[in-house]
């Protein structure tokens, strides 16, 4: 008999209704029990994020460095502006719908009952590197390697610390987050206000869907304003990409269609051919609008700073660093944990409840990064079209 596997969106959504359920009846020596897992999991977590962001984003830094010339830089400019961009719309939306949508509710409440469920024992597990320090560590080292391509033996240490990482991500961090959520939505409920703070985000869910399709229309109206195309006939054609990444929930997996359904937009097989797997690990809009939508909804209702100044400091390292996203699920709301720790002041509670609302939008958010790649695709043809064959690619699309 064929063993059913579920993916790790289905298994935090069972472990958010199943908490929700739970917490009214279970006695609060089972609940200790899950708070003291909770607490243990919160300081591995805390431990990880540092030593995540060494791994994920000083390899990014240094592949992409590695390749030169104006095709790359306008390429992956387009793809951070563009991505700061949705960031910014989505807190400036925000800033201005959100107070309605959650008034009445606070989740400091919330937090603040779920934290007198004493855990049974704590453990505190100290990180090695603050986070600020990481990602300038981060920074540094992957610079030094873009640029000094002798440093073959540190690049192999680099590449090879990367998937320690990624491992442990795969190994221990995922399979352990349903259970860890599952005791942060026990606790919530044992106060009897989770449910509250539930409809809040079903309603910033709706607004984060209504900013996916906003995105998308500007990215294709400006590409098509430039090209003299037209933008819902270029936006039609790229369908096809969307429901793959729909689908799949990864960026990777809908490189061959997206691919095929640029060139079908006119986009030149050589700019094809390089600019969609490169914004494919660079081009983060939609996901960029996801976590600073969830994130702002979080400040909002935790009383924490949610200044203009602050967020946009914010959504600027948000651009930058989501460019190490793994290829795991859920890859790009795990490399900015730290941000969300260190600027936004967020704690493993919080950050635990943005990784689940960003998981539960996971493939929308994939699917609106894939579909704007054509766009971007679209742009840098009109400027420095290529008339040569794309790579290898191409012909593995068709």
Not at 248 to 269: C, D, F, H, M, W
Request: hydrophobic letters at 55%; charged letters at 10%; a neutral charge.
């Amino acid at each position: 008999m064929k063993k059913i596997r579920l993916g790790l969106l289905p298994r935090i959504v069972i472990a958010i209704v199943l908490g929700l359920l739970v917490g009214q009846f279970l006695p609060m020596a089972a609940v200790r029990l899950f708070a003291t897992f909770n607490s243990v999991f919160s300081q591995f977590l805390g431990f990880l994020v540092p030593l995540i962001i060494v791994g994920l984003v000083t390899p990014a830094i240094a592949e992409v460095g590695v390749h030169a010339g104006k095709l790359l830089v306008v390429t992956i400019l387009l793809s951070y502006v563009d991505t700061t961009l949705a960031g910014l719309l989505a807190y400036g939306t925000g800033d201005i719908l959100f107070p309605a949508l959650i008034e009445g509710v606070s989740s400091q409440t919330v937090f603040n009952e779920a934290a007198h469920v004493e855990p049974y024992f704590n453990i505190r597990i100290p990180a090695m590197l603050d986070v600020m320090s990481a990602l300038f560590f981060s920074f540094v080292t992957g610079l030094c390697l873009a640029y000094m391509p002798a440093l073959t033996t540190l690049r192999a240490v680099v590449a090879e610390y990367r998937e320690v990482i990624v491992k442990t991500i795969q190994k221990a961090l995922i399979p352990l987050l349903p259970l860890y959520i599952f005791g942060i939505f026990l606790t919530m409920a044992v106060t009897g206000q989770a449910y509250g703070l539930v409809i809040v985000f079903a309603k910033i869910i709706v607004v984060i869907f209504i900013l996916h399709l906003v995105i998308l229309l500007y990215e294709f109206f400006i590409a098509g304003a430039l090209t003299g195309r037209n933008p819902f006939r270029l936006l039609l054609n790229m369908l096809p990409a969307y429901a793959t990444a729909l689908g799949t929930s990864s960026s990777a997996a809908a490189i061959p269609v997206t691919l095929r359904q640029t060139i079908k937009n006119g986009v030149s097989e050589g700019v094809a051919g390089f600019a969609v797997p490169l914004c494919a690990t660079v081009h983060m809009s939609g996901s960029a609008m996801k976590i600073t939508a969830c994130a702002l909804t979080i400040c909002m209702l935790e009383g924490l700073p949610h200044d203009p100044a602050t967020f946009l400091q914010f959504i600027c390292m948000l651009g930058i660093v989501m460019v190490a996203s793994p290829g795991v699920p859920g890859g790009s709301i795990m490399a900015c944990l730290g941000l969300l720790a260190s600027i936004l002041t967020f704690s493993a509670q919080q950050q635990a409840l943005m990784i689940a609302l960003y998981i539960s939008m996971d493939s929308f958010g994939t699917a609106c990064n894939v579909t704007g790649d054509g766009a971007i695709a679209l742009i840098v043809d009109r400027f420095y079209r290529l008339d040569t064959p794309a790579s290898a690619n191409v012909s593995s699309s068709e």
